[in-house]
T-cell receptor, first 113, second 115 residues
Framework: AQSVTQPDIHITVSEGASLELRCNYSYGATPYLFWYVQSPGQGLQLLLK??????LVQGIKGFEAEFKRSQSSFNLRKPSVHWSDAAEYFCAIIIQGAQKLVFGQGTRLTINP | DAGVIQSPRHEVTEMGQEVTLRCKPISGHDYLFWYRQTMMRGLELLIY????????DSGMPEDRFSAKMPNASFSTLKIQPSEPRDSAVYFCASSPSGGAGWTQYFGPGTRLTVL
């Protein structure tokens, strides 16, 4: 069955430092890939998505993600984090032909001042 | 643009009571999804509709849960009777069909506490 793994449950970085959140998926073909962010007490906001084409995708709030087929990965990056980036980040996939989003367990990001 | 609207935002009830959660999807979206978020199980899909018709309810935990979509602009998720283990955040999401149909937009969620 398809699955998404986010290996890091909790990451702490200093404000201004670079960030990379890891995401690996298990599926026989290329799924549609998403990153969502959830601020405390809020819903999920779409950061970016990958369907096809250029494997480096740009999203909102200065985030980007790179799809690597050989590694079944879709890691999220930001060159310089801001205190407002503290939140929980979810990687998700949709299997082509279906509408069901499968989420990873999430990575909680803490920003040190 | 109005996003997905959910009500209530918070619900506190006692075990055995009926709970109804409400959702208004984004206008023009053909798909509507109900998710549940808990610490133990993370985000899990309960049920989804296409053009008001339930397509997959395999994630509905048990018969105490039911969902309806009487029209394109309204859906309910009902729990009767409620139990403490139903305490969670329930999200509604919607998506369009066609080329952009794979992107789901989430509401703010309803935090349910069953005492």
């Amino acid at each position: 069955a398809q699955s998404v793994t986010q290996p890091d449950i909790h990451i702490t970085v200093s404000e201004g430092a670079s960030l990379e959140l890891r995401c690996n998926y298990s599926y026989g073909a290329t799924p549609y890939l998403f990153w969502y962010v959830q601020s405390p007490g809020q819903g999920l906001q779409l950061l970016l998505k990958y369907f096809s084409g250029d494997t480096l995708v740009q999203g909102i709030k200065g985030f980007e993600a790179e799809f690597k087929r050989s590694q079944s990965s879709f890691n999220l990056r930001k060159p310089s984090v801001h205190w407002s980036d503290a939140a929980e980040y979810f990687c998700a996939i949709i299997i082509q032909g279906a509408q069901k989003l499968v989420f990873g367990q999430g990575t909680r990001l803490t920003i040190n001042p | 643009d109005a996003g997905v609207i959910q009500s209530p935002r918070h619900e506190v009830t006692e075990m055995g009571q009926e709970v109804t959660l409400r959702c208004k999807p984004i206008s023009g979206h053909d798909y509507l999804f109900w998710y549940r978020q808990t610490m133990m199980r993370g985000l899990e899909l309960l049920i989804y509709f296409n053009n008001n018709v339930p397509i997959d309810d395999s994630g509905m935990p048990e018969d105490r849960f039911s969902a309806k979509m009487p029209n394109a602009s309204f859906s309910t998720l009902k729990i009767q009777p409620s139990e403490p283990r139903d305490s969670a955040v329930y999200f509604c999401a919607s998506s369009p069909s066609g080329g952009a149909g794979w992107t789901q937009y989430f509401g703010p969620g309803t935090r349910l506490t069953v005492l």
